[in-house]
């Protein structure tokens, strides 16, 4: 019996905080595989480590590292070979995608990236590359850009606090699993005179508090509940749409 199957069996059986442990996993397993240690997944859902190692145990695991291990090898076993089944996944996301094209926030953040003298983006860990990427698609179309490696070295980035500057964040979570950007946003917030665009693909995030705009993408690998498929092709399908958007003004101009 696979692992999500015996979750669902075991529910009637758990505590109240065993319960929404198992819950979250049902309704969230891709997190489990990507983001999540013990300790953060207990976080998300107010309960201790106890509590999570007590469900793992009840489903017959030694604890939680023996549970996720044989959990991660049940989801890469079930990536199907017929590839037409992931591309409809992602069908379903880019026509979510284009419905934020005429959106105010969509329009809101090409707004400022028209008028900024420079972009900066950044990106934790696999949504680096993203924000490698758009720095690539803005400087080949002649809209400067600079990518920044590291959040620490935001306060160090010296263009960053020039006169019309923006930065551009790319998160899937937006700052729930990883906070690698929001202690350095806080030390700036209070005298930061650049703008902020975060991309992203969860609501109400942490680091939306310190965005001056907001784009929430859909999330095509919280859409595949039985497959590990990467969101890093919407991250470029938005860059796409933004650079077509920022040519199509300055055509119109």
Do not use: W
């Amino acid at each position: 019996m696979k692992i999500l199957e015996k979750l669902t069996q075991v529910l009637p059986e758990l505590t109240k905080s065993e319960k929404r442990l198992a819950e979250y996993i049902l309704n969230n397993p891709i997190d489990l595989v990507r983001y999540n240690s013990a300790d953060q997944i207990a976080a998300l859902n107010h309960c201790s480590r106890a509590s999570l190692i007590r469900l793992t145990q009840k489903i017959g695991y030694s604890g939680f590292a023996e549970f996720k291990n044989e959990f991660n090898h049940e989801m890469l076993d079930h990536i199907t070979p017929n590839s037409s089944t992931v591309l409809d996944y992602y069908a379903t996301a880019i026509t979510a995608l284009q419905e934020i094209y005429d959106t105010d926030s969509f329009k809101k953040a090409i707004s400022l990236l028209r008028q900024a003298t420079m972009v900066y983006t950044a990106g934790s860990m696999h949504s680096h590359y993203s924000a490698k990427q758009l720095t690539f698609r803005l400087n080949r179309h002649k809209h400067p850009s600079s990518c920044i490696d590291y959040a620490t070295s935001l306060p160090e980035t010296p263009g960053l606090f020039q006169e019309g500057s923006i930065l551009v964040i790319f998160s899937i979570s937006g700052g729930f699993y990883s906070n690698t950007f929001l202690a350095p946003l806080q030390e700036l917030q209070e005298n930061r005179k650049f703008k902020t665009v975060l991309i992203t693909m969860t609501n109400d995030t942490p680091y939306g508090k310190y965005a001056d705009v907001t784009l929430t993408l859909p999330c095509v690998s919280r859409m595949c509940k039985d497959a590990i498929i990467d969101d890093a092709a919407i991250f470029f399908m938005a860059i796409e749409m933004i650079i077509n958007r920022l040519d199509s003004d300055q055509k119109e101009a």
